[in-house]
């Protein structure tokens, strides 16, 4: 099944904010409450840091906030600090045989 | 907190048969309640759930790779497995375990979970004579 679409990077200064969007179709983001968010670090796992389009899962800082609207979701990063510099990847359920479908990522790099 | 680790071999040659086991620590599979997964990243491209199962044995596969994939479980090693025949390079990819959350949607008769709350960090398995 097709990646749900992601900007290839987005780029901010340390206690900025931004916004990376993800963008889908009716039968996944469009179609159910189920998009997720993960940050991941080359070389170490992938965290969970937003379930069900908004929920932060204990342990998330409350600078990470999740949105959706129509096809398209997103996730805000305020306050942007150092270590938020990684990759971020969506996913949403998806009506398809695969239970899910991931984004084509996101290369966060802070200025 | 659960943890994931992947370990097999990092190079498996055109035709074979690609093995990894996922060990799980910080919660038994046997507990129940959860989806243990299989998910790959080809480079430069997305990622692409492969499997998962449930700790009675109960599997699910990618369509796409229905016919070469097995997943099994092995609930006294607290450990799961991936088994993908006839490879070729289109299968060299950064292959990872993961827990799906304990949430599901369900449609009709079927429910299914819709995140990973835990993933492994990944183990580069490359497909090459």
């Known amino acids: 099944q097709s990646s749900l679409t992601q900007p290839a990077s987005v780029s901010g200064s340390p206690g900025q904010s931004i916004t990376i969007s993800c963008t889908g179709t009716?039968?996944?983001?469009?179609?159910?409450?189920?998009v997720s968010w993960y940050q991941h670090h080359p070389g170490k796992a992938p965290k969970l840091m937003i379930y069900e389009v908004s929920n932060r899962p204990s342990g998330v800082p409350d600078r990470f906030s999740g949105s959706k609207s129509g096809n398209a979701a997103s996730l805000t990063i305020s306050g942007l600090q150092a270590e938020d510099d990684a990759d971020y990847y969506c996913s949403s359920y998806t009506n398809s045989s695969s239970p899910y479908v991931f984004g084509t990522g996101t290369k966060v790099t802070v200025l | 907190q659960v943890q994931l680790q992947e370990s097999g071999p990092g190079l498996v040659k055109p035709s074979q048969t690609l093995s990894l086991t996922c060990t799980v620590s910080?919660?038994?599979?046997?507990?129940?309640?959860?989806?243990w997964s299989w998910i790959r990243h080809h480079p430069g491209e997305g990622l692409e759930w492969i499997g998962y199962?449930?700790?009675?044995?109960?599997?699910y596969y990618n369509t796409s790779l229905k016919s070469r994939v097995t997943i099994s479980v092995d609930t006294s090693k607290n450990q799961f497995s991936l088994k993908l025949t006839s490879v070729t390079a289109a299968d060299t990819a950064v292959y990872y375990c993961a827990r799906n959350g304990r949430s599901r949607y369900c449609s009709g008769n079927t429910c299914r979970p819709y995140y990973v709350d835990y993933w492994g960090q990944g183990t580069l398995v490359t497909v090459s004579s």
């Open positions: 910080g919660d038994s599979i046997s507990n129940g309640g959860y989806y």
């Open positions: 199962i449930y700790y009675r044995g109960t599997t």
């Open positions: 009716n039968s996944d983001v469009g179609g159910h409450k189920y």
